[in-house]
């Protein structure tokens, strides 16, 4: 570990910074991941049969009908997979940012997003797999609750819902195991394109928008900003970037649904789930979950901003002070 540290000289060590990422990365998902399962619900309703009304609606109707823990379905991914997912993408930034500085001082913008958008392309590898497998739990208790709803499929039509996954595959394991061995490395793949284009634009705008949100608060040169500003800028910067990269999201959520509920169209890629969602749902329909998405993100980059300045990697890797009062 220690022979990375001359290649990430700009501040911590790496398993400092993983350490704050992983924390980050937990508390963040306990937090938010109630809002991250109504977004992926929200998007996957088609006009004409939905089942929920609102975020608030949505939240309401599954406690109801699955119980608090309804609300986590899926959330075992996220804790699992966060830590490796952080590391990969920080090591990523940090070494892109390291090899695009010449003198190890400031970038300019657009290495910033250079670094940023390099650092996302790395990520995916984790990203892709683990989205798949959430939203295939996430969004179990839409289909099986419009399943229920009278009204919305004629009983004939319930024979032939689209099911690619078998209804036994229950846990994320399984599913991982099922698709691997249905349609190999491929299956848990699925959906990488989109991803790719949600995740490198949320990156070319999120790093450079946060380094200079910082950089405003901060009262010289030399020192870093206040506590509240780093979180504010996290929070800010996040969410910007989340609303404007949500249609590439909104299509992700529909092409990695593999079971839909009962008229509920395919598609055979992105420019066909693009074009299908236009044309039958209206632009407006890119907007999908677009709230909840916000409100997912805020609060979880403002807490990794939060971790990284307090140094809880820092403290238990060398001791050093947690800076939990701003001087
Ligand atoms: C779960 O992980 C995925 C993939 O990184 C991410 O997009 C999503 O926001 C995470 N959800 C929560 C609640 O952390």
Redesign the pocket.
Known sequence: MLSFSPLFAFSSSLPAKLINGGIA?IV??T???P???VKTRLQNQRPGQQVYKSMIDCLIKTVRSEGYFGMYR??A??LT??TP?KAIKLAANDFFRHHLSKDGRGLTVVKEMLAGCAAGMC?VV??TP??ML?IQLQDAGRLAAQQRKPGIIPPNRLATTNTVLSQRAISATQIARELLHTQGIQGLYKGLGATLLRDVPFSIIYFPLFANLNKLGKPSSEDAAPFYWSFISGCVAGSTAAVAVNPCDVVKTRLQSLNKGANEETYSGIIDCFSKIFRREGPSAFLKGAGC?AL??AP?FGIVQVMYFIGVGEFIMSQSPLKLISD
């Open positions: 990365g963040g998902v937090c938010v991941f809002i991250d399962l899926g959330a991914v996220n997979l966060v997912e990520q984790i990203t683990m989205e959430k998405r997912v993100i979880l």
